[in-house]
């Protein structure tokens, strides 16, 4: 029972690193106003609790200024989804989420590190098929 404690509060945890405030560094400026290297699917590597869980997030920023976003958590074999849709912009090195703002910290081709008041999230590009199956 305590792990299904800690899995819903990691879970959570991981969810919520979107919606918080960032009180971070303003003067990084890693790229241009630009939305278009940011479109696209990003997933944060695989985080292995142990050998019998383990969790994949994902999350899509489209050209049209909405997301999408799952967080794949494996407990023993048994796959559970969560999944959240909203809107975004970015302006320099903030990236808004749903209306809480946060700070790209690196942007580059295949890599998107985020600064989420004291919570810092590395994305790696992928392919928006690794996302789509979770969404049907």
Do not use: H
Request: charged share 25%.
């Amino acid at each position: 029972m305590r792990k299904y404690f800690y899995l819903f509060f990691l879970t959570l945890f991981t969810t919520m690193s979107f919606t918080l405030t960032s009180c971070g560094d303003d003067n990084d400026e890693p790229n241009g106003d630009d939305n278009g290297n940011i479109v696209g699917t990003w997933k944060v590597e695989v985080i292995e609790i142990d050998n019998d869980w383990w969790q994949v997030d994902y999350i899509r920023f489209n050209e049209s200024g909405t997301y999408e976003s799952v967080s794949v958590v494996s407990y023993m074999g048994e796959i559970d989804t969560e999944k959240d849709y909203g809107t975004w912009s970015k302006k320099g090195n903030k990236l808004t989420i749903d209306g809480k703002t946060g700070t790209i910290k690196e942007l580059s081709g295949n890599k998107l590190v985020l600064y989420y008041e004291s919570i810092t999230i590395t994305y790696k590009k992928c392919a928006d098929s690794e996302l789509d199956r979770y969404l049907n």
